[in-house]
């Protein structure tokens, strides 16, 4: 069996053209992540640029409101560029540069990592090439600007559904045409190996941060942590260094869209069945033919029809949950941190914040959950408002 | 694995193979068992077809179209089967399937490999299943007497030898670096990588990618077994929809002989 399986899981399922570069950046990989040089630099970039360690925050008022376990929120939000992105973004970006590399592109769905991309290519020097699906071009607008104005090229894909998948399709187009100087900084623990451990391992400093800063506080783990997934990357990072702690429970929140028994979804676990796309065998929304489905949910970010290898394995030997969560109940836990707590969450991480909304009353109050709040909400403050049938350009 | 069907296709009096592709489908079944029936007549030594996929990531704009224009129709895998059973009725022609792992995979390897066949269906290109994944498919197209044709990049440097001593029914040498589509210039040192896979191989080996002209044909042809036709094929499908078929006819003709005309290596 081939390199990077999470059970029957990952694999490098990719042209020819790519398969040599892969194998320089799995090296290259293994070489820089003992070098301390390496990490010291990547710490330093960490703690003093993007804001690290983030803050875990009590959640007080929404732990009376909802009653049962205390609910802890790991800001992600508050890292520099506003989301999780940037922990994996810098790793890559710094990896990339020691390559030798002088570009770099990326997919974006929300734009998020477009932005988290084009901030490191600024920071580090680096040509920088974002590719975007038309409709989320549209849907994130702001972000898109703000690549712009980070100095990067942001191409509007308008192949398939113009969305977060055809920019995959079109940055792997793009990157077999020209990996010299290129390098693919890939956003979510997907893809083929080695980019689903590269990915993991960079943003596994969501836990290794919040399971220090839990035992300091509660002086025990928590009982569950939640987090929203698309392709997996702030779940995989906030699940992480638990997976060993087998009495945390570990929900990774999909995409429902309008409802799993609807076409107008993005819950791969949910309604997805194994195939083989991106480079990885894995779960992945797709007809009966094996033809990937459009799939739909108001987060760009989660807008994605296939679920990282390591999630897909998690599921399979039942360690971690996997719930979908409507557009309805996202936008509704979206307002509801607003009001509560004053924290504006991402769309995205609003989906994780729905599932506490739900659950929290089943522990008790000597429990606690952790939710990852994966990004901030500014971008989707258009959306949100457009949803709620509020024209903002009255 | 001896594939018959495919060293009959390189079996041509210079030794040297003029290959197209054809997205099935498009424009609709019909058109396609026409277009596969007269591109046989015109003298193509072994037919591609491609199973349409949604998301062809080795694919250039020109067949990404032909592809969605295909499933948009209706087009499905069972379809392309019968497609090629009524292409049988008529004709022997070598013929390949060119698509992506996930149609193949969804399918069931068994039953798909066993349709091919039944329909002798002599190989499959998959762009996405390179040589360290092909192990869990392989064996099984090996069995129902399919070749799994492997792909060779001009990124493979030292992998050249590694998938060509292994390669079964012909190599498809890639000719430049992206997706396919039609180039003007091909400026990959093809002559090399030949070279490395003729010290390990005597299996045939066809360059593809960006060939649309007469002369870069006779090019390719002339130094490896054969030249792959593909987005120039599909384009002239994309201009002239279900009225491609004379079309069709005189290009490939033209291009089969320009590959004819190289000479042959002396025994």
Request: with cysteine.
């Amino acid at each position: 069996m081939s390199k990077g399986r999470f059970g029957i899981h990952g694999g490098q399922y990719i042209s020819e053209t790519l398969m040599n570069e892969l194998i320089r950046l799995e090296e290259a990989y293994e070489h820089y992540k003992k070098d301390p040089e390496f990490n010291a630099e990547l710490a330093q970039l960490l703690n003093t640029y993007a804001g690290r360690p983030s803050l875990l925050y009590y959640a007080e008022k929404m732990t009376k409101d909802l009653g049962g376990a205390k609910i802890y929120l790991k800001r992600e939000d508050l890292n520099h560029t506003g989301s999780n992105k940037i922990n994996n973004v810098l790793g890559q970006a710094l990896l990339a540069k020691k390559m030798g590399k002088t570009r770099l592109i990326a997919e974006t769905g929300a734009g998020q990592h477009g932005v988290a991309t084009a901030t490191a290519a600024a920071l580090l020097g680096m040509e920088c090439e974002i590719f975007m699906g038309r409709e989320d071009t549209i849907r994130q607008a702001l972000n898109v600007y703000r690549m712009e104005l980070l100095g990067a090229k942001v191409n509007a894909v308008t192949t398939g559904t113009q969305t977060l998948k055809d920019a995959v399709n079109d940055a792997m187009r793009e990157w077999s045409s020209r990996v010299y100087d290129t390098h693919y900084c890939l956003g979510s623990v997907m893809g083929p190996h080695p980019f689903p451990t590269i990915v993991c391992d960079f943003q596994s400093v969501i836990s290794k941060e919040a399971r220090e800063q839990i035992l300091e506080r509660e002086g025990k783990l928590p009982a569950a942590v939640v987090a929203c997934v698309g392709g997996g990357s702030n779940s995989i990072g906030m699940f992480y260094n638990f997976i060993e702690d087998k009495d945390v429970e570990l929900i990774g929140c999909e995409a429902g869209g309008k409802g799993v028994d609807t076409p107008e979804t993005a819950a791969t676990i949910a309604t997805g069945t194994l195939g083989i796309f991106h480079g990885m065998k894995s779960y992945f929304c797709q007809d009966e033919y094996g033809q990937i489905a459009p799939v739909y949910s108001i987060s760009a970010g989660l807008d994605y029809p296939g679920i990282g290898p390591e999630h897909a394995y998690l599921h399979d030997i039942g360690r971690a949950q996997y719930v979908p969560i409507t557009d309805e109940e996202a936008v509704n836990a979206f307002e509801y941190l607003s009001k509560t707590e004053g924290i504006i969450p991402a769309i995205e991480s609003a989906h994780a914040v729905a599932q506490v909304m739900k659950i929290a009353k089943n522990y008790s109050p000597d429990q606690s959950i952790i939710i990852c709040i994966s990004g901030r909400g500014d971008k989707d403050v258009a959306a949100i408002a457009r949803y709620r049938g509020v024209d903002l350009h009255d | 694995m001896i594939n018959e069907k495919i060293a009959k296709a390189f079996d041509t009096k210079n030794k040297k193979a003029f290959i197209a592709f054809i997205t099935a489908g498009d424009p609709d079944a019909d058109s396609s068992v026409r277009y596969i029936l007269e591109i046989a007549r015109a003298g193509a030594d072994l037919i591609e077809i491609g199973i349409p996929f949604s998301d062809p990531t080795a694919e250039g704009t020109v067949i990404q179209e032909a592809n969605i224009r295909s499933l948009r129709n209706g087009m499905t895998t069972d379809d392309v089967f019968e497609i090629v059973r009524r292409v049988r009725e008529k004709s022997d022609v070598p013929l390949c399937f060119m698509t992506y792992a996930n149609p193949v995979f969804h399918y069931g390897y068994d039953r798909f490999f066993a349709k091919c066949e039944e329909l002798s269906v002599a190989g499959i290109i998959i762009p996405d299943m390179p040589y360290e994944e092909k192990a869990e498919m392989e064996p099984i197209a090996n069995a129902h007497g399919v070749s799994v044709i492997s792909m060779i990049a001009p990124t493979s440097e030292s992998r050249i030898k590694m998938i060509a001593a292994k390669a079964d029914g012909f190599i498809y040498v890639v000719s430049s670096m992206g997706v396919t589509g039609v180039r003007t210039e091909i400026n990959t040192d093809l002559a090399t990588i030949l070279q490395h896979i003729r010290e390990v191989t005597d299996t045939p080996a066809a360059i593809g990618f960006g060939i649309s002209t007469p002369e870069q044909a006779a090019k390719m042809a002339a130094v490896s077994d054969g030249a792959i036709v593909g987005s120039a094929i599909v384009r002239i499908v994309a201009q002239y929809g279900t009225e491609a078929a004379p079309h069709l006819y005189d290009y490939v003709k033209r291009m089969k002989e320009a590959v004819s005309q190289i000479p042959g290596i002396m025994e």
